[in-house]
């Protein structure tokens, strides 16, 4: 450490005599406090870069210096790093650190800062997220839109969404980060689910005489074949307590999985249960077991408080997609008072990632939602101190290799969900999360007036055409499904 500062203060020095040649500067004796916070983060080598600033400055000098003792230096408004140089310096520290010390001008003085660290990761992150970009009374159809995040840069895509679009999109999911299996349901007048599979995309009309509703929140089987679906009868309201603003919340739900194939909707009694809510069906990594959702129903909104989810286990058979007729309870979290919703198995099958609120289905609007992990070899559960804030964490997913995830979090302003992005080990030690970075953060953020909703990885450009699925919901061009029931037995 001490080779690293002997190096590092003649370069600062240098710096600083080239921006604006102050003479003399304080020592702050602290860290930087900087936005986004990126002190002390655990980050992959391929990371857009950081980009900061330091509140209350009005210039900065940052100087990062690599695991092999490059630099990269910068001054202006924010900290704002050329992507090339700035991937050479992570690709030279995977497994190693980068030192960042960085000066402030405040009040008319320069200051220099205590430096802080950041940590390069040997594992690979996936290309990139897709996410809806949503407003936070989201009433507006022209608002809401899937767009696509290059992780390694700040290019941002529009999949679909916008103001000649007359829909709201919504519940996208890609089969294991992997964007040639595509589902979008779209609500609206004209409402239609899209799934792409084998290069063709397709507009279904998923009611059926049997089901409830259109089907929502979807999990792709790991073959490609299935996919797992609630069907649900959903409302929102607002509260006129000043704590609360939104709630959203299911009148009825069930559990049903669409085989492509076949063209049909497939559930079992055990899982459409008069009187239960079975929501959000996720596929083990095996792809022979569904975990979701299920809780008794209540009236609503009376009695929305006593709305407690617990976690649930099926059988599934692959082969023939038939449901199993015996369901496990793998959480029992009204027996704590809580609620569980958005269960995510992790793709290497070790983990799975859910969050816990008091009551209810859907955290983002519970500012005491939290993520919690259980440990599917061991059985054990628990909440995710160091990842979760003070305001609510919300809907998360996997990378491809398990060992990062994706969620969104109001801790920022506690009225906007952002990205953050976090590292998990093989034995489910977390790192600090970062939010996803953009360039000049603090003007970004701070003229940013949409919330980053249902954030998924992908493991390579989605390449949707947004048009076509555009011309498409505008016809009457919707395919049928069918329904039967599960056979009797596995």
Known sequence: MKKRAILYWPLLLAVLSCTGNPDKFEQAGQQPDIYPDYIGVTVPSTIAPLDFDINGASKVIAIAMGADGQTLKVSGKSANFPIKAWHKLLSASKGGTVQVTACGRMDGKWKRFEPFEIHVSEDAIDYGIAYRLIAPGYQAFSHIGIYERDLSSFDE????????????????????????????????????????????????????????????????????????????????????????????????????????????????????????????????????????????????????????????????????????????????????GKSISFPKPSYD???????????????????????WLLDLQTGETRPLDGVNSDDAESAHSWSSNSRWFVFGSRRDDGLYTRAYICHIDADGVCAKPFMLPQKSPRAYYDNSVRSYNVPEFVSSPVNFDGNAAVRLYNSDDRKKVGFRWSASSL
């Open 349 to 371: 099958g070790r983990w799975i990632l859910y969050q816990l609120a008091d009551y209810g289905c859907f955290g983002a609007w519970h500012h005491e939602s939290d993520l």
């Open 157 to 336: 895509v529009c999949l679909i969404g916008g103001k000649n679009f007359d829909g709201c999109v919504n519940c996208h999911s890609f089969n294991r980060t992997r964007p040639e299996d595509f589902s979008l349901h779209v609500r609206g007048e004209r409402g239609a689910t899209f799934i792409r599979k084998n290069g063709k995309t397709v507009a279904y009309d998923m009611k059926t005489d049997s089901t409830l509703a259109a089907c929502v929140y979807p999990c792709w089987h790991p073959d490609g074949r299935f996919i797992a679906y609630s069907t649900n009868v959903n409302r929102q309201g607002f509260h006129q307590r000043p704590d609360k603003v939104l709630e959203v919340y299911d009148l009825k739900s069930d559990l049903q999985v669409y085989d492509t194939q076949e063209n049909v909707l497939i559930t079992s009694p055990e899982v459409k249960v008069d009187g239960v809510n079975e929501n959000m069906p996720v596929f083990s990594a095996d792809g022979r077991s569904i975990y979701f959702t299920s809780c008794t129903e209540q009236e609503i909104p009376r009695n929305v408080t006593e709305v407690k989810y617990n976690l649930c286990r099926v059988d599934f058979n692959p082969e023939t997609g038939d449901i199993g007729h015996k369901v496990d309870t793998v959480i029992f979290a009204e027996a704590m």
